[in-house]
Every structure is written in structure tokens, then in C-alpha cells.
């Protein structure tokens, strides 16, 4: 999935904090979140990507973070969940001109 609409402050132990919070702890295979290096105060760009093991874990993650809230981050931003194009097992070192060998077109949709 690619969560949207994050808080710019929330950074990725917020989110997997909140993921093992709400019980998909060991679940996911990763979470993946760009950092924003041109705002010093922003930890992300407004989004992450997240991949499940299963697809019912995938849709059980749907129906409680779609419109989730951030405890603890003075947002009101509501969390979005698209599906992503790309479901990865793993990523290593910079994969901006390829796609990993371990990742698959995604199946999932809404």
C-alpha cells in the first residue's frame, strides 16, 4: 500500500509503532518512507509504502488505517491508503532505475 496524506512529522517508528500497535505486528514485510531533506522540520514527504505478507492482511490493514489518525502528532491529517503498483519483499540500497527482483506487480485493488 502507499499510505498519503502523512503528517509531515510522523517518521517511520511512528509507523510501525501505530502497524504493531493496531496487531500486524510481523505481518509486513516492509516499510518504506522518503525523507524530506529540504524541510529540516518535516521528517517525510507525505507518504510511505508498507507490504504485507498475505492479502488479508493487506485488506484487514485497510479497513483500520484508512482514515487513520497519528496518536501523539499535532495533525489532523487523515491517513489514505492506495494500493501500491509494486509489492516488494525487500529493498537494498537504491533501486531508483530498476525494480528489485524480489518485488511483483500487485493484485490488490479497492
Not at 529540516?40 to 510511505?48: F, K, S
Not at 491529517?77 to 533501486?95: D, F, I, M, S
Request: charged share 20%; glycine share 6%.
Amino acid at each position: 500500500f502507499m499510505l498519503g496524506n502523512l503528517p509531515y512529522r510522523v517518521t517511520t517508528r511512528h509507523i510501525l509503532d501505530a502497524i504493531d500497535h493496531m496487531g500486524f505486528q510481523g505481518t509486513y514485510h516492509i516499510c518504506k518512507m522518503p525523507n524530506n531533506k529540504k524541510r529540516p522540520r518535516a521528517a517525510n514527504l507525505g507518504y510511505a509504502f508498507i507490504s504485507f505478507s498475505d492479502p488479508e492482511y493487506a485488506s484487514a490493514f485497510l479497513a483500520v488505517f484508512d482514515d487513520f489518525y497519528f496518536p501523539g502528532v499535532m495533525s489532523q491529517k487523515k491517513c489514505t491508503l492506495r494500493p501500491a503498483r509494486l509489492q516488494c519483499c525487500a529493498v537494498e540500497g537504491n533501486h531508483s532505475s530498476s525494480v528489485p527482483s524480489c518485488c511483483w506487480r500487485s493484485s490488490f485493488r479497492l
